[in-house]
């Protein structure tokens, strides 16, 4: 794991650690001491969402253009962000390890990982959507078509994605859309794993996965080095990793007055709060 990803991690807040009394609410009603949004590796959290804005954009108004027009935004980005020129560069060359003939990535966030390496390594590009459609780019981007005007039975796919966290898109939509362009994938990489169970959905689905950092003690502690978090948020950070379910409600014992507080604030902390309840989790 690079020193310098973990390094840039942080510095843009792709991953944020809480202070250690204000955890963040998950949108599945549980609380958790960080939050992760690779995408910030762009340059900061201003700059990723205005690129998510021109990629939805981008879509919306003509799928088969769309990998072009991200591109170009993308492409000029790796030249002025030093964070994102970083990782870029780290996928490629882990990406050197494998043998391929085109890179896919899927919808949204993946695209801002596998387009530019796909760019540098001199690859096609498969743009992979939501709905189970596809665009197949030339490796310069000049030229779209739909995949299934693209002959590419026999050929092999390396996905690159931004974070892998059970792998239940590559299960719902990735993987399949290459079965059915009678595509191979036999190794993904990712920019971070959540080690929540999404390598052993790859593996069953016969794909290696790769990442450049992992959410584990080694990343918090090289980030406690670096002096981007504290020692009780380290802590914290561990005793989640451990056992979310205990870490939620070790906190609300601490804290008897924490949901109250935060039905009273209203809008998005009053929603999870009250989802934590109706689950039971408090």
Partial sequence: MSNQIISDLFKTNAIRVAPADSPFWYTSGKLGPFYINTHFLLHDEEIANEVLKHIERSITEDRLTAPKEIFGVLYGLYHVSPSYKNVIDSIVEEAKKYKFDIISGGERRDFIFSMVPAYLMGKAHLTIYKDMTAVYSTSNYHETVNASD?????????????????????????????????????????????????????????????????????????????????????????????????????????????????????????????????????
Avoid at 195 to 223: S, Y
Avoid at 253 to 282: M, T, V, W
Wanted: proline share 2%; hydrophobic share 40%.
């Fill in 150 to 282: 693209v002959v590419l039975k026999g050929k092999t796919s390396l996905h690159i994605a931004d974070l892998i966290t059970e792998a239940s898109s590559y299960e719902r939509a990735w993987v399949p859309v290459l079965k059915i362009q009678e595509v191979k994938i036999t190794d993904t990489i990712a920019v971070v794993d959540r080690h929540q169970g999404g390598e052993a959905v790859l593996k069953n689905l016969g794909v290696n996965m790769d990442t450049l950092a992992g959410i584990d003690k080694e990343l918090f502690t090289e980030a406690l080095d670096q002096g981007v978090i504290n020692k009780d948020q380290l802590d914290l950070v561990l005793s989640f990793i451990e056992d979310p379910d205990k870490y939620m409600k070790d906190f609300i014992a601490s804290h008897p007055s924490f949901i109250d507080e935060q039905i009273a604030l209203g809008g998005k902390n009053k929603e999870r709060a009250e989802l934590a309840l109706s689950k039971g989790y408090c």
